[in-house]
T-cell receptor, first 111, second 114 residues
Framework: SAVISQKPSRDICQRGTSLTIQCQVDSQVTMMFWYRQQPGQSLTLIATANQGSEATYESGFVIDKFPISRPNLTFSTLTVSNMSPEDSSIYLC????????FGPGTRLTVL | KQEVTQIPAALSVPEGENLVLNCSFTDSAIYNLQWFRQDPGKGLTSLLLIQSSQREQTSGRLNASLDKSSGRSTLYIAASQPGDSATYLCAVGLIKAAGNKLTFGGGTRVLVKP
């Protein structure tokens, strides 16, 4: 099994600022994904992080708002840009070969 | 578009009772189905993975069944314990070409009372 860590674990940010979340996997995984979990809701896929190329975004999510990088097989970042209170959520990174493993999440509060 | 539904949304049982959690999905062209546990304020812990060719998987007190043709999976937890209290999420993996993207259900929040 893979162990996934995320930084920061939580943050409180001001409206209009940006936050970059880092995700590190302890072993190589085929796929990496970013999910959002809004308060009281289930997980929604934001995008697939592709190594060395642009991420593949799901409907309703765009690169300008959620730029993603994946420079190698074990590391990815998600930036939440120009934040508003509606972006307050838990952001989770996952890695997958067959089984999918999740990081502990980053709890973001936007004031 | 795949939709995943979990019923009930919440469940409260006395310790020792068996738990039955239901998950349904609209598109039977799945790659796999995974059950997760989420504790409050925490990330997700993978419990069981069922490939589309399988009918069930077992791990300790947990057993998950899959009926792909009817679009249903059931997670059974035998002899529940207070430590089983958590939210249980069902997630369906799309066809392999899509890189196993998961579509999640809304979850079932379980409380096991001592």
């Amino acid at each position: 099994s893979a162990v996934i860590s995320q930084k920061p674990s939580r943050d409180i940010c001001q409206r209009g600022t940006s936050l970059t979340i880092q995700c590190q996997v302890d072993s190589q995984v085929t796929m990496m994904f970013w999910y959002r979990q809004q308060p009281g809701q289930s997980l929604t896929l934001i995008a697939t992080a592709n190594q060395g190329s642009e991420a593949t975004y799901e409907s309703g999510f765009v690169i300008d708002k959620f730029p993603i990088s994946r420079p190698n097989l074990t590391f990815s970042t998600l930036t939440v840009s120009n934040m508003s209170p509606e972006d307050s959520s838990i952001y989770l990174c996952s890695g997958s070969s067959e089984l999918q493993f999740f990081g502990p999440g980053t709890r973001l509060t936007v004031l | 578009k795949q939709e995943v539904t979990q019923i009930p949304a919440a469940l409260s049982v006395p310790e020792g009772e068996n738990l039955v959690l239901n998950c349904s999905f609209t598109d039977s062209a799945i790659y796999n189905l995974q059950w997760f546990r989420q504790d409050p304020g925490k990330g997700l812990t993978s419990l069981l993975l069922i490939q589309s060719s399988q009918r069930e998987q077992t791990s300790g007190r947990l057993n998950a069944s899959l009926d792909k043709s009817s679009g249903r999976s059931t997670l059974y937890i035998a002899a529940s314990q207070p430590g089983d209290s958590a939210t249980y999420l069902c997630a369906v993996g799309l066809i392999k070409a899509a890189g196993n993207k998961l579509t999640f259900g809304g979850g079932t929040r379980v409380l096991v009372k001592p």
